[in-house]
């Protein structure tokens, strides 16, 4: 027994005699051998200097911040074509949206979501509307999932079930919510659909870029199936202008992808998916700017006013739009305010392009828009001080005065249109209209027809009787 204990006590005082690891020569041979790099391979010399290079950027990125004081960076140089960086940069944004493309709802996922809302919802008593709660929402999106797989779960949430209008039973319709999926998954089509076309990437569409979008959904819109071969280059050439028209006021030539998205010019395009069979009128297809009735009724009015046929329309050409109701002093402004930088002629004066004539067109088709209204404005502000004065009213007012009269009308006193112009846009100073004065009161565009063209002070004078005509049910 006594034997047997000295052993175990002899066993702890070896173990405690033991040097710490670090202590040991061999161990401060081997370190020193293996960070000398001479004992390792190639693929981990190579890790090593890998490590040491990014070490020595991240050095030098501290150190410019460091020099640099607060101010973040704000401009990133980009790529250069052909480089590494580019190359690399393009097939990141490949998978990434291949990978976005692939979750995405196609035709036959849809058709099966909307089968599965119908058979297990409920029908209203009172309305006969189909209808779900919460609970039925939840089975719903389980039956989905299973059919249709997971990547229509993200549309069963909570919060999408919340944003839409509930009955006092907490039940939502199903229509509305599978409107909202096909619109979620149409719009995100499209911006992949767009952001393949970025060639930058930055997030802007140029001119060249969304013409080739809308030339890519030619084939899937019914109404357009059918446009000459011929005619396509210039279609997409008017249908992208409206595009740039209200998504790119500063007219920087690029517009933002998710302005665009947002905008009323893609539903107005995506209208177009329509059967021509499904009662679309003419007078439809002529209201839509991306109808190819419309796109060739605007190439026959400039060909029609280009009388001398050169690809430009000069002052004296431009004045037979519309018949001729517009007034002299607003095409001048016109060119003034918006042909600076037109084509001059064997050294004549500018003269409207092609382009410049859609932005005209597009103005005076869409008075009532924002857009619309600050390019009219500007050719209104006779002095470039950023509002209208009595005077200004009156100078405008006075050529449409005179057609008025010519036209074989009643007098008019230019004081007493002057001072009605006034009352509709109650300007915020009593002494002048400013652009955000005409917007606020909802009438702006009717007061640049009433100064502008003598054809729409008449449809404001006859405002009553245009009314009643319209109330005034057709005769069989």
Known sequence: MYSGSSDGESHDAAQRKIPPASSMLWVRNLRRFIGSGAGLGSEALMELETKRILLDIFREKQHKSAEAGTIPSFYKKKPEEGSISQRVQRLAKYRFLKKQSDLLLNADDLDAMWVCLRENCVIDDATGAEKMNYEDFCHIASVCTEQIGPKCRRFFSPSNFMKFEKDESGRIAILPFYLYVMRTVSLTQARIDMSELDEDSDGFLQPHEMEAYIRGLIPSLAQLREMPSAFVQMYCRIAAHKFFFFCDPHRRGKACIKKVLLSNCLQELMELHQES???????EQ?????????????CDMFLALDKDMNGTLSKQELREYADGTLTEIFIERVFDEHIRHGKSVGGNAREMDFESFLDFVLALENKDT????????????????????TADIHSLFRDVHQKWIEGGNY???????????????????PLRITLAD???????????????????????????????????????
């Open 277 to 283: 069979e499904e009662e679309v009128t003419d007078t």
């Open 286 to 298: 002529a209201e839509n700017w991306f109808s190819l009735t419309s796109a060739q009724r605007i």
């Open 370 to 389: 924002p857009e619309g209204l600050t390019y009219l404005f500007r050719c209104l502000d006779l002095q470039g001080r950023g509002y209208l004065t």
């Open 411 to 429: 007098e008019l006193c230019i004081e007493d249109v002057r001072d009605e112009i006034w009352d509709m846009v109650k300007p915020a100073d």
């Open 438 to 476: 005409l917007l606020s009161c909802k009438q702006g565009g009717t007061v640049a027809s009433m100064v502008i063209d003598v054809r729409g002070f008449w449809a404001h004078d006859n405002r009553e009787n245009l009314l009643q005509e319209d109330e005034e049910p057709e005769e069989e």
